[in-house]
T-cell receptor, first 114, second 114 residues
Framework: ETGVTQTPRHLVMGMTNKKSLKCEQHLGHNAMYWYKQSAKKPLELMFVYSLEERVENNSVPSRFSPECPNSSHLFLHLHTLQPEDSALYLC?????????????FGPGTRLTVL | QKEVEQNSGPLSVPEGAIASLNCTYSDRVSQSFFWYRQYSGKSPELIMSIYSNGDKEDGRFTAQLNKASQYVSLLIRDSQPSDSATYLCAVNSPGGSTLGRLYFGRGTQLTVWP
C-alpha cells in the first residue's frame, strides 16, 4: 500500500453538485500534484503545490478548485462539472518539485459526472 | 508542447520471453525518465527511474536511455503473467516554471500469456 491515500475512491455526481476530493500523503514530502486520467489519453497534470503554495495551474477550468492547507493534505473542490470531466483523478507527491524527484501516486478517485 | 510517444500495443509475449517497451520524447533537455506500471483500475506504480545514458538493471527489469536519440526503453526478462499491465513512460523536463513536471505517454498495454 502506498503512502498516499485518496478519498473517496468512487464518486458519482450530478452537474449541479458540489463535492471535494481529498488526498493525504504520509511520506513527509513537500510537493503534491493533481492529475486527470481519461480513457485513451495520457495522464494530464492539473495542479502542482510546493510547500503549500500553488506553483502551477495547467490551464484547468475554474470548476476545479484546489486547496492545500498543509504539506500533507490536498483537496480538489468540484462544482458544476460536465460529463466530459468523468475520469480517474490521481493525487501524487514527491520529496520536492525537482526534476529528479520521483512522484508517488495515490489509488485515485473514479469520478462519474451524470 | 512536450510529447512522449509510446506504442499503444497491445504487446503480447509468452511467459518466459523478453518484453521490450519503447518510448521517445520530444524535449531535448529532458533530464529524468521513469517507467510506471499500471494495472487495470489501479494507480501507476514506479518500476524504474533512469537519469544517465546507458542501461540500468533492477531484477528482471532493465531501463535503457539514449539521450542523443531521445529514446528510452524498458526490457522485462523472464516475463510473467503478473507483468500484464499498462506501462507508462514519463519524462521530466526542467527549466523555469516547468521544473519537476512529468509528461506521460499514453502507455503500452502488455499481455503475458502462460
Amino acid at each position: 500500500e502506498t503512502g498516499v491515500t485518496q478519498t473517496p475512491r468512487h464518486l458519482v455526481m450530478g452537474m449541479t453538485n458540489k463535492k471535494s476530493l481529498k488526498c493525504e500523503q504520509h511520506l513527509g514530502h513537500n510537493a503534491m500534484y493533481w492529475y486527470k486520467q481519461s480513457a485513451k489519453k495520457p495522464l494530464e497534470l492539473m495542479f502542482v503545490y510546493s510547500l503549500e503554495e500553488r506553483v502551477e495551474n495547467n490551464s484547468v477550468p475554474s470548476r476545479f478548485s484546489p486547496e492545500c492547507p498543509n504539506s500533507s493534505h490536498l483537496f480538489l473542490h468540484l462544482h458544476t462539472l460536465q460529463p466530459e470531466d468523468s475520469a480517474l483523478y490521481l493525487c501524487a507527491s514527491s520529496q520536492d518539485e525537482g526534476s529528479t524527484d520521483t512522484q508517488y501516486f495515490g489509488p485515485g478517485t473514479r469520478l462519474t459526472v451524470l | 508542447q512536450k510529447e512522449v510517444e509510446q506504442n499503444s500495443g497491445p504487446l503480447s509475449v509468452p511467459e518466459g520471453a523478453i518484453a521490450s517497451l519503447n518510448c521517445t520524447y520530444s524535449d531535448r533537455v529532458s533530464q529524468s525518465f521513469f517507467w510506471y506500471r499500471q494495472y487495470s483500475g489501479k494507480s501507476p506504480e514506479l518500476i524504474m527511474s533512469i537519469y544517465s545514458n546507458g542501461d540500468k538493471e533492477d531484477g528482471r527489469f532493465t531501463a535503457q536511455l539514449n539521450k542523443a536519440s531521445q529514446y528510452v526503453s524498458l526490457l522485462i526478462r523472464d516475463s510473467q503473467p503478473s507483468d500484464s499491465a499498462t506501462y507508462l513512460c514519463a519524462v521530466n523536463s526542467p527549466g523555469g516554471s516547468t521544473l519537476g513536471r512529468l509528461y506521460f505517454g499514453r502507455g503500452t498495454q502488455l499481455t503475458v500469456w502462460p
